[in-house]
């Protein structure tokens, strides 16, 4: 009776801890065993759209990108914050692959900023001067400028995580109609006789030491930014002038301090200096009357324009 007693407690207890414990993966049954799943980071992250992070990523098609990562600004900056992580360097590279196998895309650089921050760049709004400093980084990666074309956006959904903004940037694919070409060429020729016409004429006081601008003098040189852009062989021309008050090649000095003075401030906002050639006329093209203070203000200017 004992012995049936104990056979039967063994008999149990086997098939509990067969139920029980085989299940929980126990026995090794590479069938029964519970998958445990790790979510992936940075599709978690990429979910958290609460305007705090942006993620670097592209697609067209079939062919696409992404990483958490992304390319940062200082808040009312626009200069990149370096260094640029792996994951985005690779994916610039494999942008870089497609749109040199599909001649007839371009990318699309959206730059963000908010209403709370200021404008410190040469350009109408800080979305636009950070879209630029990015150009100039996929130029360096092998991207040529007359592939991307650049935008600014007003967003205050974006707030700052540890004192920076992290990817204040959108980026896009745009495919090429077949009538595009002509109709971009026609833009260009436009937009050159619109600088040519109307171009930015800068005013010097003696000993100055920074340049302030309006809204209409950003946008032209927004406008000339865009020509280099787009076209290779375009350039663009600093000309000083002055007065003629002094000696005519103090005068000349004076000048070409002047238009080396406004190139530098435009190779701080991103333009190639090595596209923009600067230039000193002295007192040989004045555009007033020297006989008077008014006259003589007038000639005191630097000229940028396009060739």
């Given amino acids: 009776m004992?012995?049936?007693?104990?056979?039967?407690?063994?008999?149990?207890?086997?098939?509990?801890?067969?139920?029980?414990?085989?299940?929980?993966?126990?026995?090794?049954d590479t069938d029964t065993q519970r998958?445990?799943?790790?979510?992936?980071?940075?599709?978690?992250?990429?979910?958290?759209?609460?305007?705090a992070s942006n993620s670097f990523s592209w697609k067209d098609g079939d062919s696409s990108y992404s990483t958490q990562d992304n390319i940062n600004f200082d808040p009312s900056g626009f200069a990149i914050l370096r260094p640029i992580s792996g994951k985005v360097?690779?994916?610039i590279d494999e942008l870089q692959l497609y749109l040199s196998g599909n001649e007839n895309k371009s990318v699309d650089i959206t730059g963000l900023y908010t209403s709370k921050e200021d404008n410190p760049s040469a350009f109408p709004n800080l979305g636009l001067a950070r879209a630029n400093a990015v150009k100039n980084y996929l130029i360096s990666k092998g991207i040529p400028s007359t592939r991307m074309n650049l935008n600014g956006e007003l967003n205050d959904n974006l707030r700052p995580v540890d004192g920076i903004y992290k990817g204040p940037l959108t980026f896009g694919i745009s495919t090429?109609?077949?009538?595009?070409?002509?109709?971009e060429q026609s833009e260009l020729e436009?937009?050159?006789t619109k600088i040519k016409a109307n171009p930015l004429v800068l005013y010097f006081e003696n000993a100055q030491t920074s340049?302030?601008?309006?809204a209409a003098e950003r946008q032209k040189i927004a406008d000339i930014?865009?020509?280099l852009d787009k076209v290779e062989s375009a350039r663009a021309i600093v000309t000083g002038h002055t007065d003629n008050t002094g000696g005519a090649q103090g005068n000349v000095n004076i000048s070409r301090k002047r238009a080396e003075f406004a190139k530098d401030y435009l190779v701080q906002n991103g333009i190639d200096g090595n596209r923009i050639d600067a230039l000193g006329k002295g007192p040989n093209e004045p555009v007033a009357s020297n006989?008077?203070?008014?006259?003589?203000?007038?000639?005191?200017?630097?000229?940028v324009t396009v060739n």
């Fill in 176 to 183: 090429a109609a077949e009538d595009t070409a002509a109709k």
């Fill in 211 to 214: 340049i302030s601008l309006t």
């Fill in 89 to 91: 360097n690779a994916g």
């Fill in 225 to 227: 930014a865009r020509y």
């Fill in 2 to 28: 004992y012995l049936l007693l104990i056979l039967l407690t063994i008999l149990i207890g086997t098939y509990f801890y067969w139920k029980i414990c085989c299940n929980a993966v126990c026995c090794g």
């Fill in 190 to 192: 436009a937009l050159r």
């Fill in 291 to 303: 006989s008077t203070e008014e006259g003589r203000a007038q000639n005191r200017r630097t000229v």
């Fill in 35 to 51: 998958e445990v799943v790790v979510p992936d980071k940075d599709i978690e992250q990429s979910n958290n759209m609460d305007g």
